[in-house]
């Protein structure tokens, strides 16, 4: 059994401690939160402290902490002889005090309150100075998930930017739609399937052969539509922008 | 059972035909293509013809055809006694001369070669102008799927916009994540469950609800960093118009 402490008890922090109490590979001997005891059912039973000298023996901590608190905290924690390790997508191992133990447990996905996620799907990037800690986190990622890699503070940084492109920024185009469907008085629910397909289809096809549309096409009439429908409307100059690239896109390969 | 004819095997007509197939209230009674015939399993034993003044009987003429051939072949139709609808999103019922009975039939999804579509999922947008064929393209679109909507031409265009900007220019950020990932060696796949539960979690969440990431909580530490990391990249602007429009759009409502 690896024995966890999580600190932190946000999106994050409580997805993987519910996710830990599940696991027969870990016990999840504490949590650690600043304000408020957890809520959550399955953590109830949990001991709780919000006092950082108070934590308990064990061979993880997993800082689930926002990304400016982790120097801080990370550094409170100097006397534990567990393996200290983050959770964030863009914070450098090396943000975790020399002195300890450190390593990095950066779960790839994106958690929301209330949403309950399959951990085996989730890909786990790992990183550790020593080769046992490594093994370690190693063994931590598979007691939750099918994929544990093993990745640089550098290249997690660049995956990062590749996440937040592919989750937030996309997000924001399902808000632009979003906002023009209601507008217009229709069912954004209508594209669900749409979208849906359109992220499941990545599985089969890469992202440039997946690509349809009239832009694709050069299909200036629908284009010249669009651009016309969206003449009141904010979003206008980011449907040409989208446009245009893909446009330059498939022209270059004609 | 409804006799319907199928005319054109592009993504839209191929997908349609098959699922027809499978149908126990459709009788696919002919498939029309200008050039090969259909070579998929499914469609080998139904009568195929290129002639459109070989046309068979039927009750409903599905036309399957690229948006700028709609006129021209439904004007070639005008001997019919069926009902003719077309499947496009953008082009307007009225571009089907008005001695036919005339209708639209979109389905809402896009088709890629070779991969299965539930079509119980896919909703389907009717149109038609006498009551009693309007009906006919219920049943016909009850025969395939669990959602059928009537929308009138206008209101068609819009949805097609809104699926413009959820499919062809969400699937093209994938395309700028996965490029810049494979720039820096590393798996675009390790994004697909992340990308997949981004699409999922609008089943829960309201794209504004499900907004996560740097821009929202203006994190300007990790935004500089990515932007550094673009520095060379034809997409810096485009982080910079993304993450600007979300900052706005949540700076807003702070």
Request: one cysteine or more.
């Amino acid at each position: 059994m690896i024995r966890v402490v999580v600190l932190g008890l946000g999106n994050v922090g409580t997805h993987l401690s519910t996710a830990f109490v599940k696991s027969d590979l870990v016990q999840l001997v504490q949590v650690y939160n600043r304000s408020a005891r957890p809520v959550e059912d399955a953590l109830y039973r949990i001991p709780f402290t919000n006092k950082l000298h108070d934590l308990a023996d064990a061979d993880v901590y997993l800082l689930c902490i926002s990304d400016d608190q982790i120097h801080e905290v990370a550094t409170q924690l100097s006397k534990v002889d567990g393996l200290i390790a983050h959770t964030s997508g863009t914070v450098a191992m090396e943000q975790i005090p020399r002195r300890s133990r450190r390593g990095v447990f950066y779960p790839l996905q994106s958690f929301s309150k209330g949403i309950d996620i399959d951990f085996s799907k989730v890909p786990v990037c790992i990183e550790a100075e020593e080769d046992d800690d490594l093994k370690l986190l190693s063994q931590l990622g598979n007691s939750l998930s099918d994929q544990v890699v093993a990745i640089s503070s550098e290249q997690r940084k660049k995956l990062h930017l590749g996440a937040v492109i592919s989750n937030n920024f996309v997000n924001y185009l399902y808000q632009v739609a979003a906002a023009y469907l209601e507008e217009n008085e229709l069912d954004f629910q209508l594209l669900q399937p749409l979208i849906e397909e359109t992220a499941r289809k990545l599985n089969d096809l890469s992202p440039l052969e997946a690509q349809t549309g009239p832009a694709k096409r050069n299909d200036q009439q629908t284009i010249k539509n669009h651009l016309h429908l969206l003449s009141d409307s904010p979003h206008q100059h980011l449907y040409e922008l989208m446009t245009d690239a893909i446009r330059t896109t498939y022209g270059k390969k004609l």
